[in-house]
T-cell receptor, first 116, second 115 residues
Framework: AQSVAQPEDQVNVAEGNPLTVKCTYS??????LFWYVQYPNRGLQFLLK??????LVKGSYGFEAEFNKSQTSFHLKKPSALVSDSALYFC??????????????FGRGTQLTVWP | DAGITQSPRYKITETGRQVTLMCHQT?????MFWYRQDLGHGLRLIYY???????DKGEVPDGYVVSRSKTENFPLTLESATRSQTSVYFC??????????????FGPGTRLTVL
């Protein structure tokens, strides 16, 4: 079965400091991994994805994520946090099986708060 | 380019009433999805559709009905609303080209309250 775990409900970080939002996954077959961000009263916005290739994936707004196959992790990172990064972040894994191709399985979300 | 829209954005209804949430996308994406977002649960898939007239159940389909007669529309109907269906509902679409792994694009959501 496909699943994603985001072990932290909340992450708090000071502006200018590096941030990490953690995600671990479980899949059958190759993992296709995604990060989304949700601002208050908005839909989810795509940040980045890992399909294959370089383990370090760069995305929107200065975010990047590191794929680690041995640890089955896909942590979201940013070298220097901004107050405007405060939002709810979701990790998701893609089902690669043919019959359900396209489904995403989401984690419960991590609320990131960046204080000035 | 409107992208993906949902209507209504807010809806209050009573237990037992039928409610339809609308979703429309202008990209001609083949895949469309309905999720509900509840505190502590993240996003859970209700139904999805791979193309017009092709739909399939997700994790929490009970109490919901979908149809997809046209590629661009994917309405979600609550046949007899219950309080447990109070939630925020998101529609999403994706362009699934063979061999690609494209991201899903989300609508702004519908906040539904069942009294």
């Amino acid at each position: 079965a496909q699943s994603v775990a985001q072990p932290e409900d909340q992450v708090n970080v000071a502006e200018g400091n590096p941030l990490t939002v953690k995600c671990t996954y479980s899949v059958s077959g190759n993992p296709y991994l995604f990060w989304y961000v949700q601002y208050p009263n908005r839909g989810l916005q795509f940040l980045l994805k890992y399909i294959t290739g370089d383990n370090l994936v760069k995305g929107s707004y200065g975010f990047e994520a590191e794929f680690n196959k041995s640890q089955t992790s896909f942590h979201l990172k940013k070298p220097s946090a901004l107050v405007s990064d405060s939002a709810l972040y979701f990790c998701a894994v893609r089902d690669s099986r043919g019959s359900t191709l396209g489904r995403l399985y989401f984690g419960r979300g991590t609320q990131l708060t960046v204080w000035p | 380019d409107a992208g993906i829209t949902q209507s209504p954005r807010y809806k209050i209804t009573e237990t037992g009433r039928q409610v339809t949430l609308m979703c429309h996308q202008t990209w001609s994406h083949s895949y469309m999805f309905w999720y509900r977002q509840d505190l502590g649960h993240g996003l859970r898939l209700i139904y999805y559709s791979a193309a017009a007239d092709i739909t399939d159940k997700g994790e929490v389909p009970d109490g919901y009905v979908v149809s997809r007669s046209k590629t661009e529309n994917f309405p979600l109907t609550l046949e007899s609303a219950t309080r447990s269906q109070t939630s925020v509902y998101f529609c999403a679409s994706s362009d699934q080209v063979s061999g690609s792994h494209n991201e899903q694009f989300f609508g702004p959501g519908t906040r539904l309250t069942v009294l």
